[in-house]
């Protein structure tokens, strides 16, 4: 769909929303039923953002089916049934499908559209945002809901280009598949995708080389079909299901307990018994064993040695168990889920190569070397992760106030009010940015949050006359200086995470999502209970 099919008032919009992932759709949806003219665009074909571009073999959502879904219609969250403890990737696909139907979504999307500029006209208080197909469409409000973990991060590798084999991405998964059937494949990463993928594609593969710059904690995800009266249990009470849930600092897991009792004093069986319980439970509940894992590094070496003793279990050879070994804090990079990872060093056709002293050196046209040793390869699949949280908005040519762009602004870091707006940047909205839980948290939660504060904020704006919503310099200040204090009250800040923008060549080092979900609600109602207390009204 071009703009010239678009409604003829197509160029005088209330809001352009960037990106149709979960944010995007419900913005869409929200902005809508409140009676704006919006336009929303999207850079691939489909609905569905990270699930529409994520389609590497064992993509899953960590976070449990029944929890991963929109609540904002009761219709919606009864009639569609989850087949899986955790969904798939073709499942959520699926599900972001439906959704777009029956809200009939689609016919305000322009897709295969990426916006490349939006430029803050400060006589007509309006954006003037324009795509990689010649759109120039001017609206009041822009909304980016271009995701957290949507800019892909492929490493610089010397000779790449020159390599004779086929390279991929996790996050940019070819719509076909791939077929690895006899061939000798190489995985760089393991963190959440390469963890996930590694163990299918060794199914397939003929050889498959892991290289490994760090090695991850992961926890047995144990996925099994959806219990039919565990499903009908959760629905004949959702929205108190979803109350609950919202309660926990990750607005997730409230059936399986947060216990905030100290693992210090607790004595060592039960302490045993507590972790080998969740183990066996599978999934982030191992996270809520105790109250003081995330914070108190003595704490945390219970549960990060309760692991590294069961990844010696599983992995055969001493020497392969040691390299797999995690040295850092548990969970202040993010946990990973799995499905027979560790089990998959077993295979013979596995091989564990160790980059953490002797980085990559380069591609050949036959393969990668490093270690002083050339592997060779036919493909080459990158598990490397995103630039994430700001990367998706760094690559739009974003400017504000005085045509200062985002990027210079950001320089040193994102600075944000509430992860949801920017000084200099009027009437911009930014959905799970940085500065807001986003990733430490159910993140279809969070953004159904976030829509519905902006949604207010604007209907807000309207009643009572203003043209115009803008944070403050102080409040967004305050606010950085608020995450870090919150995150320096953590073990998160412990790792080199992308969470710190530290698998970024050159990045900035910020904290940038705020652990604490349910606090952070508090304060967004607060703000806007103040008229929209640290933002300029005009
Ligand atoms: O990316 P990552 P991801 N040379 O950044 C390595 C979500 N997610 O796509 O740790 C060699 O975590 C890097 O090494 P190191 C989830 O929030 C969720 O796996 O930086 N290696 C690391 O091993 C997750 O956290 C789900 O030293 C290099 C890996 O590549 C987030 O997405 C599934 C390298 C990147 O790990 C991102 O996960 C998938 C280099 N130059 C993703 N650069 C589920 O819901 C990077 N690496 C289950």
Not at 379 to 395: N, P, Q
Not at 480 to 498: D, F, I, R
């Amino acid at each position: 769909m071009s703009t010239e099919d678009l409604a003829p008032d197509a160029q005088s919009l209330d809001a352009v929303v960037v990106g149709m992932g979960f944010g995007g759709m419900y913005m869409l949806h929200r902005a809508r039923v409140a009676g704006l003219r919006v336009r929303g665009y999207e850079a691939g074909d489909d609905v569905g953002g990270t699930w529409y571009w994520n389609r590497y073999p064992g993509a899953r959502c960590d976070v449990e089916s029944l929890e991963y879904s929109y609540s904002f219609s009761e219709e919606l969250q009864q009639e569609w049934e989850w087949t899986e403890r955790y969904p798939g990737q073709a499942e959520i696909l699926s599900y972001a499908r439906y959704v777009a139907e029956r809200f009939d979504l689609r016919r305000d999307i322009q897709f295969e559209t990426r916006v490349t500029a939006a430029r803050f006209d400060e006589v007509a208080g309006r954006w003037d945002v324009r795509t990689d197909r010649g759109d120039e469409v001017s609206a009041q409000f822009l909304i980016m809901a271009t995701g957290c973990l949507s800019s892909t991060n492929v490493p610089d590798i010397e000779g790449l280009d020159r390599f004779e084999g086929a390279v991929y991405h996790t996050g940019r998964w070819p719509k076909e598949g791939v077929d690895f059937r006899g061939q000798r494949v190489g995985v760089v990463g393991t963190g959440s995708s390469g963890i996930q993928a590694i163990p299918v594609i060794a199914e397939e593969a003929e050889e498959l080389y892991v290289f490994q710059r760090t090695p991850q904690f992961s926890i047995p995800a144990r996925n099994a079909p959806l219990d039919a009266a565990e499903q009908a249990a959760v629905k004949a009470d959702y929205q108190g299901f979803r109350a609950r849930n919202r309660q926990t600092p990750g607005a997730i897991g409230s059936r399986l307990g947060w216990n905030t009792a100290s693992v210090l004093e607790c004595d060592p069986e039960e302490r045993e018994r507590e972790f080998e319980s969740r183990w066996n439970i599978g999934g982030f509940t191992f996270v809520g064993a105790f109250g003081d894992t995330s914070t108190n590094p003595d704490a945390n070496k219970f549960a990060a040695d309760f692991v590294r003793d069961k990844i010696r279990e599983k992995v055969h050879d001493p020497k392969v168990a040691e390299m797999l070994m995690p040295k850092t804090h548990i969970g202040c990079k993010r946990i990973c889920l799995d499905t027979n990872y560790f089990e998959t060093f077993n295979r013979p056709n596995v091989h564990l190569v160790d980059i953490s002293e002797a980085p990559m050196e380069r591609a050949t046209p036959r393969g990668l070397c490093t270690n002083g040793r050339e592997y060779e390869l036919d493909c080459i699949v990158f598990a490397t992760g995103y630039d994430a949280m700001t990367g998706s908005l760094l690559r739009i040519d974003i400017r504000g106030r005085g045509d200062q762009s985002l990027g210079d602004v950001w320089s040193a870091g994102p600075v944000t009010y509430l992860g949801l707006g920017i000084p200099g940047f009027p009437n911009l909205f930014v959905i799970a940015g940085p500065g807001s839980p986003s990733v430490l948290a159910n993140m279809i939660v969070c953004v159904e949050q976030h829509v519905d504060w902006i949604t207010e904020c604007v209907e807000y704006l309207r009643d009572h006359g203003y043209r115009s919503i803008e944070a403050t310099p102080e409040a967004a200040d305050q606010w950085v200086a608020y995450v870090n204090q919150v995150a320096g009250g953590t073990l998160y800040p412990t790792c080199n995470s992308w969470y710190l923008g530290a698998n970024v060549p050159g990045k900035p080092r910020v904290f940038m999502p705020l652990p604490g979900f349910p606090a952070y609600v508090a304060k967004c109602d607060e703000v806007a209970a103040k008229g929209y207390e640290g933002f300029v009204l005009a």
